[in-house]
């Protein structure tokens, strides 16, 4: 890199004059990578942008520029390096990609001697309408649909190495994500307490270090207690996550299940919770979610449940 800013000086040029977005991020990534992890969402969001915009002079970016490369991402006609084609991605997260690509033009300065002229992000949003928050999802499966599911899975569990079903019933119990059931370790259950540790909860500023215990209420004790035990730090549930959600996505298809998705048990997961008459820190300290702003995203009561709950007194 250094003998790159030589020779741009060798030609009369400002050091970082003609730096491509491709190799600011190279160079950000790098940076990132000699202080901490970075996260799965962090790093392909920036793979994205290099794919899109990544031979573009970062000084000579443009609105039209961000504005034609969100239009690609959402339509789903974004090309890979290898010529694959991503699938169109909704609103929400092209606002993410769009967050890293502000924060790597700000940084750009102090990184490359880079200075834009104006900000070609800050100007692409109001045109595309993107700065709106995306719909927020309220499905959640019904009696029949679950227990279509675990049929469906039962009849194919002589073909499969993964407890479909008890994978299913967790999410249920716990509110838990795929990614999150399958990184749970034996070491980090507590049987004397009857909880488990999630290291690396999800969090909307840290997530590294981010480990939370949570209890195995009901029979998402008797579930874990069932699972054949490897290694004394070996996941509970060794089996990959894009694999899980895989097997549900097909058999939702197969059994002609409209708009449902694995991520939306734990919806039915959170709303149970509420149902069953537990109170918002009560729930909480089950889901691991931060605020309740977070946390009714999530809550979606069935009105009829309610009759299950104590009767309120004066």
């Known amino acids: ?145 679950l227990a279509g599911l675990r049929e469906h899975f039962l009849a194919a569990a002589w073909r499969s190495t993964i407890p479909m079903v008890d994978i299913i019933d967790f999410a249920v119990l716990t509110a838990k994500r795929e990614s999150e059931i399958t990184r749970l370790l034996w070491s980090d259950i507590d049987r004397a307490n009857r909880t488990a540790l999630l290291r690396d909860a999800k969090h909307p500023r840290k997530k590294l270090g981010n480990h939370k215990r949570f209890p195995l209420l009901g029979e998402a004790w008797d579930i874990v207690e069932r699972q054949p035990q490897g290694e004394v730090d070996g996941p509970i549930f060794p089996y990959n996550p894009s694999s899980v959600g895989t097997a549900f996505t097909r058999a939702c298809a197969k059994l002609r299940i409209e708009d449902l998705c694995s991520h939306d048990l734990r919806h039915e997961a959170t709303s149970r919770l509420f149902e069953q008459g537990y109170d918002i820190p009560e729930v909480a300290a089950v889901t691991l979610h931060e605020s309740w702003n977070e946390l009714k995203r999530y809550t979606q009561l069935r009105p009829e449940t309610l009759h299950r709950a104590p009767t309120p007194t004066a």
Do not use: F, W
Not at 14 to 22: C, K, M, N, Q, V
Not at 31 to 42: G, P, Q, V
Not at 125 to 135: A, I, W
């Open 1 to 145: 890199m250094d003998r790159e800013l030589a020779d741009q000086e060798a030609r009369g040029a400002t050091p970082g004059e003609e730096i491509t977005i491709g190799k600011l991020i190279a160079r950000r990534i790098n940076e990132l990578a000699s202080i901490r992890a970075i996260s799965k969402t962090h790093s392909g969001n920036m793979t994205r942008i290099r794919e899109g915009l990544g031979d573009i002079v970062a000084r000579k970016l443009t609105a039209n520029d961000v504005i034609e490369h969100t239009r690609r991402r959402i339509r789903g006609d974004h090309m890979m390096a290898n010529g694959m084609i991503i699938p169109a991605c909704a609103p929400a997260t092209m606002n993410v990609e769009l967050g890293y690509l502000s924060e790597l033009l700000k940084l750009a300065g102090p990184m490359k001697g880079v200075k834009l002229p104006h900000d070609p992000v800050a100007e692409a949003p109001p045109v595309l309408r993107l700065v709106g928050k995306s719909k927020r999802r309220d499905r959640r499966p019904t009696a029949e649909e």
